[in-house]
């Protein structure tokens, strides 16, 4: 099955198959194995800036929704990374930065995704996302109001 192509408004790509959490720009798939892949929006990376590092706290202990499960620092920022869902962490992109730390810049929703959690609080959390089209219409709206045009960095 092919996926769907992301809408695009003043080149910030929002695939409609993802969910996110609007407040925080984090964007959440849902993948087969009822685990969950988290990154940064393309608005969000957008205004960050280019990367300049990130420390991904370590796979393996419990978050609760809004904790912090890396550190981001940009051009023009530094701070938390929080996980829109409660859940054990048990996958960080740490080696994919290390690569390429513009990775998240380049390619958000793919191979600059950040973490993939184990949920325990679905049911309820899940609630707390909104679907692609209605999260298109929000970031519609937001990047008009602001002011953004996404870029992606290149080589």
């Known amino acids: 099955m092919m996926e769907a192509l992301p809408r695009v408004h003043q080149g910030c790509a929002i ?12 964007w959440v798939r849902f993948d087969p ?3 969950t892949t988290i990154g940064m929006t393309d608005p969000a990376q957008t205004r960050a800036g280019k990367l300049v590092s990130i420390l991904f706290k ?10 912090s499960v890396a550190t981001i620092e940009s051009a023009k920022w530094v ?9 054990e962490l048990l996958e960080v992109n740490q080696a994919r930065f290390e690569k390429d730390i513009l990775i998240a810049n380049r390619d958000p929703y ?3 995704w950040l973490a993939r959690l ?3 609080d679905l049911a309820q959390e899940r609630q707390r996302l909104t ?6 219409e929000f970031y519609k709206e937001r990047i008009d109001r602001d002011g953004i045009r996404c870029f992606r960095c290149a080589d």
């Not at 701070?79 to 859940?87: D, K, N, V, W």
Request: charge should be negative; proline fraction near 13%; charged fraction near 30%.
């Open 79 to 87: 701070g938390p990374f929080p996980t829109p869902l409660s859940g």
């Open 33 to 35: 194995d009822g685990t």
């Open 15 to 26: 695939p409609e198959e993802l969910e996110y959490d609007l407040e925080k720009d984090v």
């Open 110 to 112: 793919g191979e600059g």
């Open 58 to 67: 370590r796979p393996g202990k419990m978050f609760e929704a809004g904790q």
């Open 131 to 136: 679907a692609g089209a209605r999260a298109f």
């Open 118 to 120: 184990r949920p325990t």
